[in-house]
């Protein structure tokens, strides 16, 4: 099976262009016209003449030019090259598959109609209609975590009442677990993980088929061995969105009761953008305002925005802000930050013991505003620590040369360590690096002053993609 594409070459300003050349054929050909002088011999041959008269000459002039079209052929075979015709063919191979559909919130745009999900369901449901007998087909889902909707079956009334189920989420996405455990189906000796009850098959080579935008945070280096991916990609090439992709409401510590919202807004469309904010307490508008966000390209990437909102007066509530613009993702035009009464931060310090960290966090102005909890790096293997960690309990947790097993679900700060998991890489060792530039508008940094400061070691960091570098060096320090 397969569809007719057509990929777009050129821009708008570019076929219109490449659209008056025919038009322009077309003039010189009517500037060429000329009558020529015709002797005759009776007033009986001038029929023909005065019966030309009563038409169009023009166009019987080129009705009867052959090299006009010759040249007009080859104008629209140009325009048709620039299109960019091809097939794309999604056949089966094989007689094993797996359909993996993702369902990140990327997903719900509407770039293609009804959506980029619905899309990718009907494509599935034409390869399931095409199974043979004795075919075996699963459906898998994959966000920031994947599932198992339906395991192997040969039954497909079954397969597609599982695929019109499969509804999309507001997640991130991430294909990496989902390819581990279709790897481990189709390699024999291979280590697996269950995602779902059912017990795994004897692992037989088959065709994974995934159907999504290509929208991942990272892209997997995996062993498929049997495993033989295709990768059907669904939606546009040039979607408009814009997002709000970081928004948070601090109190001025100065002032607690002067609250300042910041939103970042990041521009994913071919063309630059003017959109308004509009900003709610509790779903009453408070304050509104207008920005121009750059187009994104391919050196710089998104274009990006930073609104600031400043309130007072505000002692607790729900704050929401959104973008009044007409684009292909909806679910990222609106975000929450709640604003809770004002008491110290709850900070827990794991550290082997620092003299200049511990006098900063026990100064009486630290004391102001933070509870801090000092504990060795030990105790990050107890119970105790566990439980705290999943729980929330802290508002900050910051490591000091030293890492947990897991993120924790607070707010985190690592010195002369990277967080785990892998995804963050550390380089070599840096001495007296220089601070070049900082991201003087986030909100992470806002009232922070780097002028004075001084590093005397450091070490480089990878970040992995998706992360945003708050502070550079001149040695590639972050």
Not at 107 to 115: G, K, L, Q, R, Y
Not at 127 to 152: F, H, K
Not at 176 to 185: G, W
Not at 411 to 416: A, D, I, K, W
């Amino acid at each position: 099976m397969g569809f007719l594409q057509f990929v777009n070459t050129l821009s708008w300003p570019q076929w219109l262009l490449l659209a008056g050349v025919p038009i322009a054929i077309l003039s010189l050909y009517f500037l060429k016209l000329r009558r020529l002088p015709l002797e005759v011999p009776s007033t009986y041959l001038w029929s023909r003449t005065i019966e030309d008269l009563h038409v169009n000459s023009i166009w019987q002039r080129l009705r009867q030019s052959l090299l006009l079209f010759l040249q007009l052929l080859a104008i629209l075979l140009l325009i048709f090259t620039l299109l960019r015709p091809g097939f794309r063919g999604t056949d089966l191979v094989g007689d094993r598959f797996i359909f993996l559909i993702d369902t990140s919130a990327s997903m719900s745009a509407i770039d293609v109609t009804p959506s980029r999900l619905e899309d990718a369901k009907k494509k599935v449901a034409r390869l399931i209609d095409e199974m043979s007998s004795g075919d075996l087909a699963m459906i898998m889902t994959s966000s920031n975590m994947s599932r198992v909707e339906q395991p192997y079956t040969e039954n497909r009334s079954l397969l597609l009442k599982k695929l019109r189920a499969i509804r999309a989420t507001n997640r991130t996405s991430s294909i990496e677990e989902a390819l581990k455990y279709a790897s481990a189906l189709a390699n024999p000796g291979r280590s697996s993980f269950e995602l779902s009850d059912e017990q795994a098959p004897e692992a037989k080579p088959a065709t994974i088929y995934i159907f999504s935008d290509g929208k991942f945070q990272t892209m997997p280096s995996l062993f498929l061995g049997n495993l033989s991916p295709v990768f059907v990609p669904i939606g546009s090439e040039t979607p408009r969105n814009v997002a709000i992709v970081e928004f948070s409401a601090d109190r001025n510590v100065e002032q607690p009761d002067q609250t300042q919202a910041f939103a970042r807004i990041e521009n994913y469309s071919p063309n630059q953008v003017a959109v308004e904010l509009t900003l709610h307490l509790n779903d009453r508008l408070i304050d509104a305002t207008k920005t121009t966000i750059a187009a994104e390209t391919i050196e710089s990437g998104p274009g990006v925005g930073n609104v600031a909102f400043h309130l007072t007066q505000l002692e607790q509530g729900v704050l929401r802000v959104e973008l009044d613009v007409k684009d292909d993702l909806a679910v990222d035009n609106v975000a929450y930050a709640a604003v809770n009464p004002p008491r110290r931060a709850r900070i827990l310090l794991v550290t082997p013991g620092v003299e200049p960290l511990l006098l900063a966090l026990s100064t009486s102005e630290s004391l102001k505003i933070a509870d801090v909890s000092e504990v060795d790096p030990k105790h990050l293997e107890t119970p105790e620590y566990e439980q705290s960690a999943l729980s929330g309990e802290y508002d900050l947790i910051i490591f000091d040369r030293c890492q947990p097993k897991e993120m924790p679900q607070c707010n985190t700060l690592f010195l002369g360590a990277v967080p785990p998991g892998g995804e963050w890489k550390k380089g070599e060792e840096q001495l007296q690096p220089l601070i070049v530039d900082f991201e003087e508008t986030h909100p992470l940094m806002h009232l922070v002053q780097l002028g004075d400061v001084d590093v005397f070691r450091s070490f480089s960091i990878t970040h992995p993609e998706g992360g945003l570098s708050l502070i550079d060096s001149d040695s590639d320090t972050t």
